[in-house]
Structures are given as structure tokens and as C-alpha cells.
């Protein structure tokens, strides 16, 4: 048996969420949502859950929570209750991974939606891309892990001795600690970070010399897990890069060219504000300042798009047009796929909802 297959690659920024926001969008109705299996109790009681699209079908994700595999797309509800308020409120997400198909985060968009409907449209919508998750998404978890496969591959057993070898890079971020599987080559080791190999019945953790003590924390936590998984059939050892030679049979694993995918590319730019209003009798998008935003520009009577380093925002004004709500996130969506920054989160609420967002209101000061 063989383990985990890369995914193909597929660029879902070439293609468009067309349906997400739009009036077909906006006719799933709540008696459809009523009848969909996968939301029986959801949202019921203060928690989080998720879901992973199968073949159009929304499926229970009872594997660990902040992993997440980069063939596909999940839904993420998290349910809870500000201290001394009975009522609950809702944060709905759909992630995307890297290589999930358009088939399946498109379904995974329009279930969003068929959700909040569910929930009475009181839930805050999010869409999170693999990698640049708002700070808000990787809040629900201790770390988040990223697996090479999708639902094709991802639940194939292997025994430890069959075990196809795989590089677990862990790094800690202004989000977390994210882990991330990487190729079998030494180029990717970096110093500043932690990695463990997992050979099945051998995991070795390597610690950069100038890792943090909470990366080899977590990495160590890791192994653990992993022996308890494999039933003392693996064992696992800890080696730091300062006391061990560029010879050393550790290296000997890894052998494979570095991906492309491994390096990550950082954008500068500044924060911008951007309008979507059909008051010239068709909707238009457009920039209308960079630099410095403030809440004073924002005008119920419209939807504006605040594009931040780290994340977007959509502000729905308690005023706009019925089609200027229904295609909010789809213009944002556009707006971005054809940036130099596509895979920003996007946080879409309604004005009332703003008041009471930290990460808005620290981006968008009053």
C-alpha cells in the first residue's frame, strides 16, 4: 500500500465564485438548509465544528482539530457567547486548501451560505486560504497543520513499516505555531525552526539551533502522539542541529528537490479602501483611498472593502442595496484573485457587527 499522493496542482485563483453572493446564491432557502444531514445541531449549543466537502457532500471532520488537508476545502463554525449574554452568536468559515479543486470550495462557499441562512443570517462570514488564515481562524487552535493529500488519499491506512517518508516543518507565527508538511530535502531545514521526520517506525525532531523553545515544545508533543498512535511500534529521538555534522545519517532521508511550493512569498502593501455601491444604476468597485482608513469614510448607505496587510474586511452598511449585499464578498473575491496578495482572508459583517470585531477595529481605528 502506498501513503499520502501529492494532489495535483490546481490554481483556483484562475477560476471565480461566480454563484457566492449572487441572486441564485441568496434562493437557498432555509427549509433546504433544514434538510441537509450535516447540520443537524450545529449551532445549537457554544463550540466549534467542522466540516469537509466530499465529492459535493458536506462530511463530519472528527479528525484532529488545526489539521487540515491541502487537497481540500472544510467548513468551520465556531458557536459562542459573550460573557453575561444569553444569545449565541457565529463565526462561519470556508477554507480553501491549496489544492482543492474549484468543484469543491465552490460547494464549500455555497454551503457557507445555506448555513448562515440556517442560523438566520446572524453569522459573521469568513473565507480563510491555506497559509493566510485570519488571526481569528488560527485563534481555535493549539497549531495548524497542513497534510499533502485530499479525500482521495487522506484516510488510506499504512502500517508504520510501509510508511512513505514525510518532513513536518514546525514554525511559529504572529498566528500560532503552523505546521506544514515540506519536501524530503535538506534545503528545507532552516535554522530558526523545528522539523520532525517521520519515517513510521523511526520520527526524528530536529531543533534548528535558533528555534524557539515553544516550537520543540510542540514538535515534541507531536512525537508523543505519533508513538501512541503507532502502538510502540515507532520510536522517536531528538537531535539539535548545533551538535550534529553535515554528515550525519539524519540527512541521509533527505533526498528530494525542494517544491517550489515551499517558499513563500511575502507582499507589501498599503491599507486601502474600496467601494462597492450601484448608485450610477450598476454596481462598481472601486479604490477610493489608501493609506490612512478610519470609519468616518464608511457610509451605511454602501458596502466598502477594507484591504489590510493581513486581511480583508467587508463592511455591509445597515443601508445598502439588496444587490449590493448579495455580491459583496464575490467583488472582493475578484478583487483579489487578480492582486499580487490572492490568498488574504476575507471577513464579510454587517455594520452593527463591526462594533464589535477587535481585529477590525484595531485595523480600522474610529
Known amino acids: 500500500m502506498t501513503g499520502l499522493v501529492k494532489a495535483k496542482k490546481y490554481d483556483w485563483k484562475d477560476s471565480n465564485m461566480a454563484l457566492f453572493g449572487s441572486d441564485t446564491d441568496r434562493q437557498v432557502k432555509k427549509e433546504s438548509a ?8 450545529a449551532g445549537q449549543e457554544v463550540g466549534l465544528k467542522i466540516w469537509r466537502v466530499v465529492k459535493f457532500e458536506i462530511t463530519d471532520w472528527d479528525q484532529e482539530y488545526g489539521s487540515f488537508y491541502d487537497g481540500d476545502s472544510y467548513i468551520i463554525l465556531n458557536t459562542y457567547q459573550n460573557e453575561g449574554e444569553d444569545e449565541l452568536k457565529f463565526d462561519v468559515h470556508f477554507w480553501i486548501g491549496k489544492y482543492s479543486t474549484q468543484d469543491e470550495y465552490g460547494t464549500a ?18 473565507r480563510e486560504v491555506m497559509g493566510s488564515e485570519s488571526a481569528l481562524f488560527r485563534s481555535y487552535f493549539k497549531s495548524t497543520r497542513y497534510m499533502k493529500g485530499g479525500a482521495d488519499t487522506g484516510f488510506k491506512h499504512v502500517e508504520p513499516e510501509q510508511y512513505k ?3 513536518m516543518h514546525y514554525s511559529k507565527t504572529g498566528k500560532g505555531i503552523v505546521v506544514k508538511e515540506v519536501s524530503l ?31 520543540r515544545a510542540n514538535a515534541a508533543a507531536e512525537c508523543q502522539q505519533l508513538e501512541s498512535e503507532r502502538n510502540g511500534r515507532a520510536q522517536a529521538e531528538v537531535l539539535d542541529e548545533a551538535d550534529m555534522s553535515g554528515s550525519h545519517s539524519f540527512y541521509d532521508a533527505l533526498t528530494e528537490d525542494k517544491d517550489d511550493d515551499d517558499d513563500d512569498e511575502a507582499v507589501d502593501f498599503e491599507t486601502t ?17 489608501k493609506g490612512d482608513v478610519s470609519q468616518a469614510q464608511l457610509d451605511p448607505a454602501d458596502v466598502f472593502a477594507v484591504e489590510t496587510k493581513d486581511q480583508m474586511f467587508v463592511w455591509v452598511g445597515s443601508g445598502a442595496s439588496v444587490d449590493e449585499k448579495r455580491n459583496a464578498i464575490s467583488h472582493a473575491h475578484a478583487h483579489l484573485v487578480k492582486s499580487e496578495h490572492p490568498f488574504l482572508s476575507i471577513t464579510v459583517m454587517m455594520d452593527h457587527q463591526a462594533s464589535t470585531n477587535k481585529d477590525f477595529q484595531m485595523a480600522v481605528p474610529a
Open 109 to 126: 462557499a455555497y454551503k457557507t451560505v445555506e448555513l448562515d441562512t440556517l442560523l438566520d443570517d446572524r453569522a459573521v462570514q469568513h
Open 34 to 41: 433544514e434538510t441537509e444531514p450535516a447540520w443537524n445541531g
Open 185 to 215: 530535502s535538506r534545503d528545507c531545514l532552516t535554522p530558526n525552526d523545528v522539523f520532525i521526520l517521520d519515517l513510521g517506525v523511526r520520527i526524528i525532531q530536529w531543533n534548528g539551533s535558533e528555534s524557539s523553545g515553544i516550537e
Open 165 to 167: 517518508p514525510r518532513l
Open 273 to 289: 479602501l474600496h467601494k462597492l455601491s450601484d448608485a450610477g444604476g450598476h454596481l462598481t468597485f472601486e479604490e477610493i483611498s
